[in-house]
Structure formats: C-alpha cells, structure tokens
C-alpha cells in the first residue's frame, strides 16, 4: 500500500469510530435538565444504582404530610468513581441531602450538583 493509501484508510478509519461515538455523545445531552436551577432535597434514600450509563439515587422526600419519590440521576460508575464516590456511599435508609438541577417539566428528578450526609460531611469530593 502506498502512502496516499495508507493515509486515505487512516482518514476513512478515523471518520467512521468518530460517526460511531455520535449516538453515544448525543445519549448525554443535560437538555431535560433547567442547569440554570437549583433545588436542595433532603430526604431518605430508598435505592442507590450502581449501574451504566448513569447512576441513580432514589429519594424519598418530605412534604408536609406526604412523602415525594425523587429521581436523581448521576453520572456513570467511573465518572463518580473518579470523585471519590463508591457503590457503598449510600445506601437505602441513609438520610442525605442532594442539590440538583431539577426537570424542565417539572417531574420529580433532576441531575445531581452535590450530596452531603445528614450532617453535612459531603458525599465524594468537589470538582
């Protein structure tokens, strides 16, 4: 193979692994998500998902009388991973406090900013 060739292949190579990633660059969009809000909850976590492609805390909050079931998404495993957060830094019946960006459409979830025990020790380390 000359290099003219050589090059061309690398060229139509590179083009199609970059066309490749695009579906997995679009999944992340934060479109769902007003990032010029934020909401503080506090509450109980009910369940801690460990899992690809995001990470989930599910929070069962006070409201008065009632008791609101908030979804929190977070990043991927190795993405918290990297902040300092573990499979065992929560788990259900932990009190916590998490400030979010909430929905646009104003569902209970949103996408987390930060987490802090109930006595304020935050929850992984600030980037």
């Known amino acids: 193979?000359?290099?003219?060739?050589?090059?061309?292949?690398?060229?139509?190579?590179?083009?199609?692994?970059?066309?490749?990633?695009?579906p997995s660059l679009a999944h992340h969009s934060s479109a769902m998500f007003d990032m010029d809000k934020v909401v503080t909850l506090n509450g109980t976590v009910t369940e801690f998902q460990w899992t690809n492609p995001h990470c989930f805390i599910q929070l069962a909050v006070p409201r008065g009388a009632a008791i609101e079931q908030w979804s929190v998404e977070m990043g991927a495993p190795i993405q918290l991973f990297e902040r300092g957060w573990k499979r065992s830094s929560v788990k259900p019946g932990d009190r916590i406090s998490v400030v979010i960006h909430p929905m646009r459409?104003?569902?209970?979830?949103?996408?987390?900013?930060?987490?802090?025990?109930?006595?304020?020790?935050?929850?992984?380390?600030?980037?």
């Open 105 to 127: 459409d104003g569902s209970k979830g949103g996408a987390i900013v930060s987490a802090a025990t109930a006595d304020g020790t935050p929850i992984g380390k600030k980037t």
């Open 1 to 22: 193979m000359n290099k003219i060739s050589s090059a061309r292949s690398r060229t139509v190579l590179a083009m199609v692994l970059f066309a490749g990633s695009l």
